[in-house]
């Protein structure tokens, strides 16, 4: 069975940075489109950015110039560099990992467990 096994939350200052990973067991990465999600408390959970087999990314208005997608298809594994991190960025982020033809429902995918990222002013 697939599973998507989240790292790097934490604690952090305003204006610092954190890299989130994502590890999935399997090979799901061929065919799926790979995303991290996150959630404030009391807020929906909100596409933050994502990245297709081919690389091509998408991100959320609100971390544009600071989150930064990755993927190594060889490990399996998708990383997020956010920089530059705000107070609103606190939150807990998820990965998702959904097949190509089901980009626009993630909700047809995998869930990772999710982990914390808080920013601290």
């Known amino acids: 069975q697939v599973q998507l096994v989240e790292s790097g939350g934490g604690l952090v200052q305003v204006g610092g940075s954190l890299r989130l990973s994502c590890a999935a067991s399997?090979?799901?990465?061929?065919?799926?489109?790979m995303g991290w999600y996150r959630q404030a408390p009391g807020k929906q959970r909100e596409l933050v950015a994502r990245?297709?087999?081919?690389?091509?990314?998408n991100y959320a208005d609100s971390v544009k110039g600071r989150f930064t997608i990755s993927r190594d298809n060889a490990k399996n594994i998708v990383h997020l560099l956010m920089d530059s991190l705000k107070p609103e960025d606190t939150a807990v982020y998820y990965c998702n990992a959904v097949h190509i033809m089901d980009a626009q429902h993630p909700n047809l995918g995998i869930w990772g467990q999710g982990t914390q990222v808080t920013v601290s002013s």
């Open positions: 399997g090979s799901i990465f061929s065919d799926n489109v």
């Open positions: 990245i297709i087999p081919n690389g091509s990314t």
